[in-house]
Nanobody, 127 residues
Framework: QVQLVESGGGLVQAGGSLRLSCAASGRTSSRYGMAWFRQAPGKEREFVARISANYGNTAYLDSVKGRFSISRDNAKNTVYLQMNSLKPEDTAIYYC????????????????????WGQGTQVTVSS
């Protein structure tokens, strides 16, 4: 079992920055691929970014490439999402998720691939 707790959300003006954190506890979290998803009001939850367990390979939603950066500190069991040049359309609840350890045929942007989820943190970008 893995428990995930997000923090770092808040209200920021367009063009500003925020850094989200996801603290993991329980089973050795460094073994898990980790991802960030977001859900805006009235919209489906969407993939934002992922970092692999072993080599730190990363992947991003096209609309956040060059602005967002995902990283992990395995010593602290924490995953980060650095968000720069924020836009009003980035407003959403951001969720941290941990991949299943079992092999999966689902794509990395498929939320059904992920076994553990945090409670979410609100990010609001004002224009």
């Amino acid at each position: 079992q893995v428990q995930l707790v997000e923090s770092g959300g808040g209200l920021v003006q367009a063009g500003g920055s925020l850094r989200l954190s996801c603290a993991a506890s329980g089973r050795t979290s460094s073994r898990y691929g980790m991802a960030w998803f977001r859900q805006a009001p009235g919209k489906e939850r969407e993939f934002v970014a992922r970092i692999s367990a072993n080599y730190g390979n990363t992947a991003y939603l096209d609309s956040v490439k060059g602005r967002f950066s995902i990283s992990r500190d395995n010593a602290k069991n924490t995953v980060y999402l650095q968000m720069n040049s924020l836009k009003p359309e980035d407003t959403a609840i951001y969720y941290c998720a941990a991949d299943s350890l079992a092999p999966s045929s689902r794509k990395i942007n498929d939320q059904l691939r992920y076994e553990y989820w945090g409670q979410g943190t609100q990010v609001t970008v004002s224009s």
